[in-house]
């Protein structure tokens, strides 16, 4: 599995300061844990069953690496939310109930689970907020610089319209705003794109739905035009694949550049036929791992060092300075497949060069 150079150098820092005693103590939340023990419980909730890498990626790779980090003596008790925030209240609650020896939570709303994760923290259970950054009192939060997710694919936009000026006409579907990650890439996109294209409708996506995302689509088409739409920046791949659809049903002639996140292997399929222009490639085979390290060490009582595993920081509304490990990401586009999802084992050229895609498969190079 690949990962990154500096992210190479934390870990093998962390092992290195872990060995000598350097990080040894118990940080914050945890208990008295002892630094031998394995037969840990790591509580993992995840938001959403639309995004596909959740249950796919995120969920398997955690829980095997928690097993690898405790000589298969550790588990994960693991919870899907299906976009609700009350069931994942009620999930985390349970887990607290159980005690659980760490949380690990991706909050399907970012400001309404903090309450959860005060009783979390007031039951001594250390909790470490998963891709997107939870309000409340988390110890230590692992994503990916969001901001740089928006402006890598505002920058696909401007580049794939470089020749037609800034006339060109934008429409931005734009995330889940109870997400606080949505900001963060409309802010790096809004950055890249204002100036360069005119944005013409702009639309906030409950809950990341493809439905909803389609809807919007559908307006903004009848609105502006299908034949006048330049560009749709899509914040997601699921809402990508929407777009694209109405696109369609409206009879567009040319698919213009679509933009997405997350690297879904359909989306990865689009991309190969030229329907959809590019996908954010968040390694998030390394974000799931890190997760993994970051919580079993911290109820080995082994210190999340900020110079190690935890370099960066981040400021939520609630608390400031929060050890976080920011996972770098790379823009896929039909040149890039190889060397991204592909040399990192996520996908099979087999898996994506299905009969449909073979012939589009052959005339980029992918065999």
Known sequence: MRRTATALTAFSSALSLSACGAIGGSGEGGGGASPTRDDIT???????????????????????????????????????????????????????????????????????????????????????????LAQGPIDAYVSHDNELVGQVQGRAITEALASKGPDSKVVMMNGDPADPNTAQFKKGALGELQGKVDIVEQYDTDKWSPAVAKAHMKQAIKSVGVDR????????????????DALKEAGATKIPPVTGQDANLDAVQRIVAGQQYMTVYKPF???????????????????????????????????????????????????????????????????????????????????
């Open 229 to 244: 739409i330049a560009a749709v920046y899509s914040a997601n791949d699921g809402m990508a694949a929407a777009v694209i």
């Open 42 to 132: 790591v509580g993992l909730l995840l938001p959403d069953r639309d995004t596909a890498r959740f249950e796919k990626f995120d969920y398997p790779i955690i829980k095997k690496e928690v097993a690898s980090l405790t000589h298969d003596k550790g588990k994960v008790l693991y919870a899907n939310a299906g976009a609700s925030v009350a069931k994942q209240s009620q999930q985390f609650q349970q887990m607290v109930d159980q005690k659980v020896d760490i949380i690990l939570v991706d909050a399907v709303d970012a400001k309404r689970i903090a309450p959860d994760v005060q009783k979390s923290k007031d039951a001594g259970i250390p909790v470490i907020a998963y891709d997107r």
């Open 285 to 367: 085979l390394d974000e799931a791992n890190y997760a993994a390290e970051m919580a079993v060490n911290k109820v080995q009582g082994r210190d999340i060092a900020f110079d190690a595993l935890t370099r960066d920081t981040v400021d939520s509304p609630t608390r400031k300075h929060i050890p976080a490990m920011l996972v770098p990401v790379v823009s896929l586009t039909k040149d890039k497949i190889k060397e991204t999802v592909i040399a990192d084992n996520v996908y099979t050229v087999r898996q994506i060069c299905t009969a449909a895609y073979a012939a589009d498969c052959a005339a980029i190079g992918l065999k």
